[in-house]
């Protein structure tokens, strides 16, 4: 069974509390928290004290996506504040190894983002050291965007990458994912779906999480 885990980017930032009430009711398996510092993403969004605030109402585990350059600066600081699992990006970190350690150190997942022009092969070495990859399906900065289509090659990819190397990581997507390609996306061998508008911008975010949950 796949894993979801909502984005609240788009959710009501006055309605937070709301929108966490939601998750914590339904299906879905994570909360996605996007952490964007307008250097490495052309957008700044949450910061610490969300993800405090998010962790004391949350009843399920906290995904935190990374944005940031030199995210190995934060990773105390982001496990403190209540990630469970904390996800970089390639891009972003020019020690990726000991960054994963230092993740590790701390006693959360680790995973690693790749933007869409980034090949998958450059995980190579460094997929036995890890629990998560998260393919961007969209660039990175924003909600609402519209899904990338190449993404489904560098996943037929990634997955046969992760049967040889290391079975054992999920393979996450991010951005533009809905109920019109979800489906596809799990039968590309995809994990943990995250979805942000396809659940915020719904008339029913918890029916919305019961479809997205359904069994392929
Ligand atoms: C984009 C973020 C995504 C975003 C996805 O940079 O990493 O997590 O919230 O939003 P949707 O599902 O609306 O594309
Ligand atoms: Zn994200």
Known sequence: MHLLSPSILTADLLRVGQAIEFINQSQADWIHIDVMDGLFVPNISFGFPLIEAVKKASVKPLDVHLMIV????????????????????????RHLHRSIQSIHAEGMKAGVALNPHTPVEVLTDILPFIDMVLVMSVNPGFGGQKFIGHTYRKLLRLKSMISEINPDVLIQVDGGVDLSNFRQLIEAGVDVLVAGNAVFGAASPIDTICKLKAEV
């Open 70 to 93: 030199e995210p190995e600066r934060y990773i105390e600081r982001f496990r403190k504040s209540g990630a469970d699992i904390l996800t970089i990006h390639y891009e972003a970190s």
